[in-house]
């Protein structure tokens, strides 16, 4: 399964490029990084040499200390900058190690609910501020405990980690899937409005009915279904309203049946009859 890149410029918790000398080198490269390092440590070693001859006599700076001063750099140089380096470069794989510790779910390698609240709180700024569309889908497997007692944890996380697949095979490569815990999915629709939200959720709903998940151990697993609730940004609304709304909609499609998708619009959220004016499809 593929995973969605963590280098995303809308995202709030990426970490700023290293700037300064170390960005510099970063950027070079590992190769140029240590030509280079190795280039300004004979520069300078040369011209210190230089200083301090003409600083006492011309006369007494004698070719030995100019070659001394360009072999010993040119030795050691390249040594030190290939250590810099790799140090530097391991500090960059570990940081990234962390970062993925930190945003990604592990069974699935879905970005993780930290990060989809994140990312959602950043993605509603940018829909008020550019006054474009927004919506969210919470996704919940239908009664994925059986799964669990009648064929074993490991067969549920088997089945997790395939629609965590199906996921990301329906929707859009700017859309943002997470796994927020338990058997229960997300997704982050920016531009979306609530209808086409609507009909992402409903082909996400049939790419899951009709995902063969595959087997585990001696027998196939069985097909499973999800409900999917929907809802679009309101005016001014933030994104835990928006959420919360989505979360609605997903146990009235639970409520209603299961399998199903339903949708809330932002003017239905102050209504005390909320379920009842969902919209079922
Ligand atoms: N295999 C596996 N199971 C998990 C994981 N996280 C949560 N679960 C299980 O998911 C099940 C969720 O069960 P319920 O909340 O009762 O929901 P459900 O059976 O899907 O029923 P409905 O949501 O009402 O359709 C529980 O049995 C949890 O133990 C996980 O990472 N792996």
Redesign the pocket.
Known sequence: MSEQPVQDPTDPLAEPAPNGWRGALMRMGPRRAVVAITLLSIVLSVSITLAAGLARDPVELAWIDLTIAVTVPSIVAPLAASMIVTLMHEVEVSRRALRELALRDD?TRLYNRRYFMARLQAEVARAHREQTPLAVCMI??????????ER??????A??AHLAGVLLGSLRPYDLAARC???EFAALLPGATLREAEQAAQRLRQAIAAARVPAFGATPLPHVTA?LGVSGLGPGEDGSALLTRADRAMYAA?TGG?NRCVSLPAAVVRDPQILGDTQAT
């Open positions: 069974l919940d497997v239908d009664h994925f405990k059986r799964i669990n007692d074993g944890h490991a067969a549920g996380d089945v997790l815990g338990g058997e409900s639970k299961r």
